[in-house]
């Protein structure tokens, strides 16, 4: 049961280039989500997918942007890096009731460099 | 004031002891609050969820406080294993989809 795959698990771009992060779950989970850590600062919000077909800005999504492709996959796409957006990026899944929102199952992470 | 605070340690015990740490949270609004538990360069895995008063499996002991809005974790006979950095998450379950996420507490566990 593989979980929440990321890819890559290292990457380092050059300020100004792009790539896209890919993100995919095997656990039929609707809502998915894009958290960057840095140290000191905790996970912070990116963006997220409610559902199929659906993306909303978090805490911090100036500079990325997101597509919900499909029930199982969730990409993050840096379109022109900068150094500030040096840090480790998380994806995660979980299902949300009615009442309550489960918790995460996050993927390994993409350490990303911008020089 | 965080969102989510956390006193970010360390904690430094010996095995075998009992630590606790507590996490605040701001917005008395929350409705679902979560443990996780982070190795170093490691993705963090959940621990315990926490609905209501409490949680309990096995050494873990979670418990929320409403009024005073925070939650605790108590690791009792705490193993070498338990060395990690211990997440506090709080969901206001409007929407269920903004988890906020304190900074975390490293705990290291010592023979």
């Known amino acids: 049961n593989a979980g929440v795959t990321q890819t890559p698990k290292f990457q380092v771009l050059k300020t100004g280039q792009s790539m896209t992060l890919q993100c995919a779950q095997d656990?039929?989970?609707?809502?998915m989500y894009w958290y960057r850590q840095d140290p000191g600062m905790g996970l912070r919000l990116i963006y997220y997918?409610?559902?199929?077909?659906?993306?909303d800005k978090g805490e911090v999504p100036n500079g990325y942007n997101v597509s919900r492709l499909n029930k199982r996959e969730f990409s993050l796409r840096l379109e022109s890096a900068a150094p500030s957006q040096t840090s480790v990026y998380f994806c995660?899944?979980?299902?949300?009731?009615?009442?309550?929102?489960?918790?995460?199952?996050f993927g390994s992470g993409t350490r990303l460099t911008v020089v | 004031r965080k969102e989510v605070e956390q006193d970010p340690g360390p904690f430094n015990v010996p095995e075998g002891a009992t630590v606790a740490f507590n996490c605040t949270y701001s917005?008395?609004?929350?409705?679902?609050f979560f443990w996780y538990r982070q190795d170093c360069r490691k993705e963090p895995k959940l621990l315990m969820s926490?609905?209501?008063s409490g949680n309990e499996d096995g050494r873990f002991t979670a418990q929320l406080n409403r009024a005073s809005q925070y939650i605790s974790l108590l690791i009792r006979d705490s193993k070498l294993s338990d060395s990690a950095t211990y997440l506090c998450?709080?969901?206001?379950?409007?929407?269920?989809?903004?988890?906020?996420f304190g900074a975390g507490t490293r705990l290291f566990v010592k023979a």
């Open positions: 995660a899944s979980n299902d949300v009731g009615a009442r309550k929102s489960y918790g995460y199952t």
């Open positions: 656990m039929n989970h609707n809502s």
């Open positions: 997918s409610a559902s199929e077909g659906t993306t």
């Open positions: 917005n008395s609004a929350s409705q679902s």
């Open positions: 926490v609905y209501s």
């Open positions: 998450a709080v969901n206001l379950n409007t929407g269920g989809f903004k988890t906020i």
